[in-house]
Structure formats: C-alpha cells, structure tokens
C-alpha cells in the first residue's frame, strides 16, 4: 500500500513558476512509474507527465513540454513536478499518482488527494 500526498500548489501569476512535491509512504513506491496528473472544473483528468521507476524515462504531454519537468528522489520517497512559464489553462487541481497499468494514461493503482493551482492573467 502507498500513501500520497502532494503539496506546493498555490496562485501564481502567468509566467510564473511552482514546483509540486508528492511525498510517498511505504518502500515500494521506489519500484514504480509515477505520474501528475490535473482536472480544471467541468473536465476529464487529464495527464501530464509520468516517470519510470529509476528516473531514466520521463513522458510529457504536449500540453506541457518544454515548461513541466518531472523528477523524482527515490531515497526520499518523493516526487516532483517543476512548472515553469505558467499559464491561465494549466490552472486545475494536480494530482501524484503510482503504479501505473499505463504511465500515460488514469489507469494507476494510488493517487493522492491533489494540491490546488491557480495561474492568474
């Protein structure tokens, strides 16, 4: 069983950055891809970007390519999210997520309760 919460959401101005942390229970968290995901209101949650379990492969939406970085630091039992150059469509609320059926798609087996992230104009 993982546990997940995630935190550093907050109102940022576009062109702005914030970097998302989601902290993980348990030792097996080490062993699995993890993803974010987000959902704005009145939307489907949509993914945004996953990372294999040592790091070494990372996939983005093209949504987010080029200003979300995804890492992850296995010895802390934590994964992050860097959003640089913000803007008023990436607002929504951002979910961690592990052990995935499918990286890039909702099919993981653990999900965090979501941090709130608002970019204003």
């Known amino acids: 069983q993982v546990q997940l919460v995630e935190s550093g959401g907050g109102l940022v101005q576009a062109g702005g950055s914030l970097r998302l942390s989601c902290a993980a229970s348990?030792?097996?968290?080490?062993?699995?891809?993890m993803g974010w995901f987000r959902q704005a209101p009145g939307k489907e949650r949509e993914f945004v970007a996953a990372?294999?379990?040592?790091?070494?492969?990372?996939y983005y939406a093209d949504s987010v390519k080029g200003r979300f970085t995804i890492s992850r630091d296995n010895a802390k039992n934590t994964g992050y999210l860097q959003m640089n150059s913000l803007k008023p469509e990436d607002t929504a609320v951002y979910s961690c997520?592990?052990?995935?059926?499918?990286?890039?798609?909702?099919?993981?087996?653990?999900w965090g309760q979501g941090t709130q992230v608002t970019v204003s104009s």
């Open positions: 348990g030792p097996t968290f080490r062993s699995y891809f």
């Open positions: 997520a592990a052990d995935a059926v499918r990286p890039t798609s909702v099919e993981y087996n653990y």
């Open positions: 990372i294999s379990s040592g790091g070494g492969r990372t």
